[in-house]
């Protein structure tokens, strides 16, 4: 049994759930403490231990029965449920359908006799499959369709069919043939139960005696690659990582509380002490942004523009204010919903009300919507930041506002995840906003937005 979880656990690692070394110890000892005299306690003490995360459990439920449920399907001798008269019309049935389909006449007597595969029949059905080839489980389907081809299940169908005709004509009633067809069927979805979970126990071996593939640092995949599972996961990562940079952004705060050491001023205050520094003198403390993000919340951007919002608002107490807005074709405020609910809700909120659809891009006609609008919330201690790609559907970019705006903020920041050699190409203006903007941060991953947000907030 041991050297069974063990290879459960394995199989679980190589589908991506994260079990260390004390919880698969955990999990062991919990089964021998349990046993395996109740199976739904056995398994509630596995998944106890082995899954942390929801979103790990469906991948636990899935692998569970492959190696800890037998896989002999529940048939049933359909021939000791008829009557003796109805045994005899059926063997007499059953011979006339010899000839080319004697294959398909023998796995009907299976059928009626209610007789799974033996494992050595699984094992020639997988070995003509193909199924030592193998490696992971999204090819079960596959292999499964191939082994219910060299069974003959796939084509029993139509014989079953013929049987049945047969019997009618030879004057079974109809009420019973439709006893036979329901039993038979039953039977027939047993058998294919018995391929699935040998093709799925036989993949699901193999990958628990591979070595997990090496997983790329999500911090440096590309947001645009991400999976679903990998979107989880970054949800949960870009909370850890903002921890670390509010702590980082604590230290500095703590270290600046009076300034750095200002030489020149100190002797200039202590000339009346005859140059003697008695009275220290410092540079102004480090002193919290205020902050303006406007959002492209279009297709290309929207995971960028999610974990750039998550992370600005989960540092909202090294910041002063944030004002709030994303755009598609048109401008939208969406600070109030960031003051009345916390990250999660909101920016859930947010993705939900402004989907993505077949309007165009439009930040020419956003920024003059801002112009008339929302100007009054950038002043000289504001920094704007652009979180965009920069491309405009060949719209009117409308340079002469964001020109106005980086002159009346203190900074205006661009953040876009298309290296600089694409700008200018197609529909984008990358290279004249960047022309007018303080600077670029390139952020293609979560590592380089983490880096570009902790820099703006060390430079104010």
């Given at each position: ?164 005709q ?19 069927q ?21 990958m ?36 670390r940079?509010?702590?980082r ?28 520094p ?33 992370l ?7 910041v ?52 008339s ?26 340079l ?61």
């Amino acid at each position: 049994m041991d050297k069974r979880m063990v290879e459960f656990i394995r199989a679980l690692r190589a589908a991506g759930v994260r079990i260390s070394v004390a919880e698969s110890q955990d999990a062991l000892r919990g089964a021998g403490e349990v046993g395996i005299g109740s199976a739904n306690i056995f398994r509630a003490a596995l998944k106890s231990a082995l899954v942390k995360e929801n979103r790990d459990g469906q991948t636990f439920d899935y692998f569970f029965p492959l190696f800890f449920n037998h896989n002999q399907p529940p048939l049933e001798d359909i021939m000791q449920q008829l009557s003796p008269e109805d045994q005899r019309l059926l063997q007499q049935a059953l011979q006339a359908l010899m000839g080319d389909m004697q294959a398909l006449r023998q796995l009907m007597e299976r059928l009626l006799e209610g007789r799974p595969f033996t494992e050595e029949e699984l094992r020639q059905m997988g070995e003509q499959s193909g199924l030592e080839n193998g490696e992971a489980m999204y090819q079960r389907g596959w292999f499964e369709r191939r082994m219910m081809a060299q069974s003959g299940l796939a084509a029993l169908q139509r014989m079953l069919d013929d049987l049945l005709q047969q019997l009618a004509d030879m004057g079974m009633s109809q009420e019973q043939l439709d006893q036979l067809a329901e039993m038979i069927q039953q039977n027939m979805i047993g058998l294919s139960e018995q391929i699935s979970n040998f093709a799925g126990a036989s993949l699901a071996e193999r990958m628990a005696r591979q070595e997990p593939p090496e997983r790329p640092d999500l911090l440096d995949v590309p947001l645009q690659r991400l999976s679903d599972g990998d979107l989880n996961a970054m949800r949960d990562e870009i909370r850890r990582l903002a921890a670390r940079l509010r702590t980082r952004a604590a230290l500095r705060q703590k270290r600046a509380k009076l300034g750095d050491f200002d030489p020149r001023r100190t002797l200039r205050a202590n000339m009346r002490h005859g140059g003697v520094p008695i009275e220290l003198q410092h540079r102004n403390k480090h002193k919290k942004p205020s902050l303006v993000l406007i959002c492209d919340l279009s297709t290309s951007m929207r995971y960028t523009v999610e974990f750039m919002l998550t992370l600005v608002y989960e540092l909202q107490d090294q910041v002063r204010r944030t004002h709030s807005f994303i755009f598609i074709s048109d401008m939208v405020d969406v600070t109030m919903i960031f003051e009345q609910a916390d990250c999660r809700t909101a920016i859930a909120q947010v993705m939900a009300e402004n989907p993505p659809g077949y309007y165009s891009t439009d930040l020419g006609n956003s920024l003059k919507t801002f112009a008339s609008e929302h100007m009054a919330t950038i002043d000289s201690r504001t920094t704007v930041i652009v979180c965009g790609d920069g491309r405009n559907n060949y719209n009117n970019p409308r340079l002469d506002i964001i020109s106005d705006m980086q002159r009346k903020a203190r900074r205006l920041f661009w953040f876009c995840p298309e290296p600089q050699y694409q700008w200018g190409t197609g529909d984008s203006d990358m290279h004249h906003y960047a022309a007018r903007a303080d600077g670029v941060f390139l952020v293609r991953n979560l590592r380089e937005l983490a880096q570009a947000v902790d820099r703006i907030l060390v430079e104010n």
